[in-house]
T-cell receptor, first 109, second 115 residues
């Protein structure tokens, strides 16, 4: 059974800092890994999708990496802003998707 | 291009009642998945439909059921509601089922409160 763990559960940083969110998974037989952002009470917004054959994806200030052999992915956020405050979830897909519990990020002005 | 549409956005029901939630996927998407999100349990997978057939199912009791229509729209039904069913129910659509490269697009969810 696939298990997905996200560390830390919560993170608070001052504006402008670069930061890394971590996602680990137990079964490396995945189709892809997707990072999402969720604002309170809202649905999930897709940030980046990394296919199993890829090592990383970039979108603006976001960079996600994938190391299938070690069962790890990281989401790097450069020059954080208060608007980045949200919960970030990773999901691995192999048939159905399995989600981590998320990291709640607070960026202080 | 319209996103994933879930209706209704909010719902209040009484214990013992039943409820039906609706999800319209992105045009052209054939896979629809349903998730329950609660503060204590996080995102829990309910089921996934593709071409009107349930392809995957999570560990929920039989009170939770779903279906998908020929136009890919999906509904989920919860019978005999319990207080613990109060949650945000999220629907996600994907172009195809289980293939590399196809991620999920989520709707805004239906907030169900059982009183």
């Amino acid at each position: 059974k696939q298990e997905v763990t996200q560390i830390p559960a919560a993170l608070s940083v001052p504006e402008g800092e670069n930061l890394v969110l971590n996602c680990s998974f137990t079964d490396s037989a995945i189709y892809n890994l997707q990072w999402f952002r969720q604002d309170p009470g809202k649905g999930l917004t897709s940030l980046l999708l990394i296919q199993s054959s890829q090592r990383e994806q970039t979108s603006g200030r976001l960079n996600a990496s994938l190391d299938k052999s070690s069962g790890r992915s990281t989401l790097y956020i450069a020059a954080s802003q208060p608007g980045d405050s949200a919960t970030y979830l990773c999901a691995v897909k192999a048939g159905k998707s399995t989600f981590g519990d998320g990291t709640t990020l607070t960026v202080k002005p | 291009k319209a996103g994933v549409t879930q209706t209704p956005r909010y719902l209040i029901k009484t214990r013992g009642q039943q409820v039906t939630l609706s999800c319209s996927p992105i045009s052209g998407h054939r896979s629809v998945s349903w998730y329950q999100q609660t503060p204590g349990q996080g995102l829990q997978f309910l089921f996934e439909y593709f071409s009107e057939t349930q392809r995957n199912k999570g560990n929920f009791p039989g009170r939770f059921s779903g279906r998908q229509f020929s136009n890919s729209r999906s509904e989920m039904n919860v019978s005999t509601l319990e207080l613990g069913d109060s949650a945000l129910y999220l629907c996600a659509s994907s172009l195809e089922l289980g293939f590399v490269g196809y991620g999920y697009t989520f709707g805004s969810g239906t907030r169900l409160t059982v009183v």
